[in-house]
């Protein structure tokens, strides 16, 4: 045994065949594997092999015509006492041109063995006791966690699944004083990640783990690592900007609005939030035992179009209704069968009345709808059309508005996507934009009926093929969040939060708050930001500023305390209201299309911050006495 040892690209990898530990040598400085990880995959009962039990271990030089590395291939597991035939390579090498070191996992055999998770390439050393080393993590917009952060991270939303509001970007990275690095997951669809912080640190492993598509790994899996020399977070970010655009997922807006007129339109709106029609199922987890009269709620669609009249007397000039249960279920209820328009509220010619003021006001109308959610007692469930688990078994769980829920599978959804929407626009209901639920904030779906089987990655093409429908009909699509596998068709979005504004306040925080996304995707999407003004606490007016983006006027929460509509925020008055939202509006104009070229932060306990655009205009906020200044190039 000994150490193998590539030199390429001004980058050196080095091996220890014996332990499996790995080094690698760029920029003059080293990063290594931290000494307590193994290379090691998990079975689905629970049994735990490490790369080292293979039976056969062979180590091989891996010279192509784009790099240089070792190709590792372990053969033969003993599974309780037989050799099982479940073999696997790795492949570690340098790019030549890039000087970036890939991991791959190539799977030969997969017999035997029925794989969870494997947990391959390893989590960095990241020792120090010190908060210029810290974390980049893509947890909703995200967080940057110091080496001393004071509170556990570990726990982590779907369980760390890419694709998912636990990473809206499928990349982590380090930094250190003089160093660090990125690393990207290429085929972020079967991959999730883990955090390890405990309370004050003093460190933090953050690592990939590769999941099973169908059961099965099936192909090759890689990441990417790019290493830097002096750098920060904001140098991260443009790495990936440049990957996505070399890689086709980056689209910006004015490319969007070049296809539809409607997103000018839409940029600078007043985003109101309301609903209709509220009704709690006696089986969900929000149904009041105690006072059940307050399960169901009505406001009239005249009742709307009156509001909507009061905005146009008070002299808004652009706004964006999302409304909720305006189907005859009420608000997520017997998902997909939500037709037709609520007949309490006004039925069709109630929504219609809406929809013709919304239009004659020059505003904007969107319909909240869901097509993941599938109720068991709509009108045409069908246990077949579920996602089903490998054993043949399908979700069941009974927390939302509606009660008990299975999931369709997403190849079902593009039809009820056309059925649904064609209903609506026969009844002449004017659209103009429109939002799928959680589409783009849960993790990718898979199912394994024989007659709809579907990995992931078609998971997300289906969702994705539901918002090309949209546009197909002129209509501007949005979900609940962001994620950049929907980059190319999403125009905006529901929200694009920091974590700690989806938690009660006073939660304590994972990290630092940090516009990772929009450092990346500014000039992609629209995004509203939630213009709460917590009592003693921080004004959420900033960070719309700060991050150039829309404004909630209006925010009626779907659940109580939940998704970040919580008691305790201030109460002000409509008047107020439109003077906030029209300052962020006007700045929100001018910057919609640029790049945020940088974000920093200014003093140590980072309440005060700036982003720059690339037309110059620079945004400062003062945490501390909830201050601004906006200064235009």
Not at 74 to 97: L, N, R
Not at 483 to 504: I, S
Request: charged share 25%; with cysteine; aromatic share 14%.
């Amino acid at each position: 045994m000994s150490v193998i040892t590539v030199n390429y690209a001004n980058t050196t990898l080095q091996l220890d065949e014996a332990s499996f530990a790995l080094s690698i040598t760029s920029h003059a400085q080293t990063w290594r594997w931290a000494e307590s990880y193994r290379p090691r995959f998990v079975t689905t009962d629970n049994k735990e092999f490490f790369f080292s039990d293979a039976v056969a271990i062979s180590h091989h030089a891996w010279n192509t015509g784009i790099g240089k590395g070792i190709r590792s291939t372990y053969q033969g597991f003993m599974v309780d006492g037989i050799k099982s035939p479940f073999a696997f390579e790795t492949i570690i090498w340098i790019e030549g041109v890039s000087g970036d070191v890939f991991f791959e996992f190539v799977p030969l055999n997969e017999e035997g063995i029925s794989l969870k998770a494997i947990y391959w390439p390893g989590y960095m050393e990241f020792e120090e006791p010190d908060d210029r080393w810290y974390s980049v993590l893509n947890v909703l917009q995200g967080l940057l966690l110091p080496n001393t952060w004071e509170n556990e991270v570990s726990k982590l939303q779907f369980d760390g699944q890419m694709c998912s509001c636990a990473a809206y970007m499928p990349w982590f990275g380090q930094i250190r004083p003089s160093a660090g690095y990125i690393a990207i997951c290429q085929q972020p669809w079967d991959a999730a990640y883990q955090v390890d912080h405990p309370t004050n640190g003093p460190y933090s492993h953050v690592s990939v783990r590769w999941l099973p598509s169908l059961g099965k790994i099936a192909y090759r899996r890689v990441m990417k690592y790019t290493f830097l020399g002096d750098c920060d977070y904001n140098d991260l970010c443009k790495i990936y900007r440049g990957y996505v655009k070399e890689t086709g997922l980056f689209t910006s807006l004015a490319e969007k609005a070049a296809k539809s007129p409607l997103v000018d339109k839409l940029i600078g709106s007043a985003i109101v939030h309301k609903g209709i029609k509220t009704h709690i199922a006696p089986g969900s987890y929000y149904y009041n035992k105690e006072e059940p009269e307050k399960n169901d709620h009505l406001v009239s669609f005249s009742f709307r179009t009156a509001e909507v009249k009061h905005y146009k007397e008070k002299g808004i000039q652009k706004l964006y209704l999302h409304l909720d249960g305006w189907g005859d279920p009420g608000y997520d209820n017997k998902h997909p069968d939500y037709l037709p328009a609520c007949k309490e509220a006004g039925g069709w010619k109630g929504l219609k009345e809406l929809s013709d003021t919304i239009q004659d006001c020059g505003y904007m109308l969107g319909l909240h709808d869901q097509y993941r959610d599938y109720y068991f007692d709509a009108p045409t469930f069908d246990k077949d059309f579920a996602c089903y688990a490998p054993d043949g078994s399908i979700f069941d769980m009974s927390r939302w508005a509606g009660g008990r829920q299975s999931l369709l599978c997403a190849t079902q959804a593009p039809y009820y996507v056309k059925r649904n929407f064609e209903e609506v626009l026969r009844h002449g209901i004017h659209l103009e934009a429109s939002y799928l639920d959680v589409f783009t904030c849960n993790e990718g779906d898979e199912c394994n009926h024989p007659w709809h089987k579907m990995t992931r990655k078609e998971c997300f093409e289906y969702r994705n093929a539901c918002f090309s429908y949209l546009l197909s009909k002129n209509i501007l699509p949005s979900s609940e969040e962001v994620t950049d596998w929907a980059m190319k068709n999403l125009v905006f979005a529901h929200y694009g939060p920091y974590d700690f504004m989806l938690q009660a306040p006073g939660t304590p925080r994972k990290g630092i708050p940090t516009p990772l996304f929009n450092l990346v995707y500014h000039d992609c999407i629209i995004l509203p930001w939630l213009m709460d003004r917590i009592e003693g606490q921080e004004d959420y007016m900033l960070y719309a500023l700060l991050n150039g983006g829309a404004a909630y006027m209006d925010k009626d929460g779907a659940y109580p305390n939940c998704d970040g509509a919580f008691d305790d925020t201030a109460k002000t008055h409509l008047d107020e209201e439109i003077s906030r939202y029209q300052t962020v509006a006007v700045l929100q104009e001018r910057i919609a299309k640029c790049e945020m070229v940088r974000h920093e932060f200014l003093n140590h306990d980072w309440k005060k911050q700036r982003t720059t655009y690339s037309d110059g205009t620079i945004v400062t906020v003062n945490f501390h006495d909830n201050s601004y200044q906006i200064d235009l190039a």
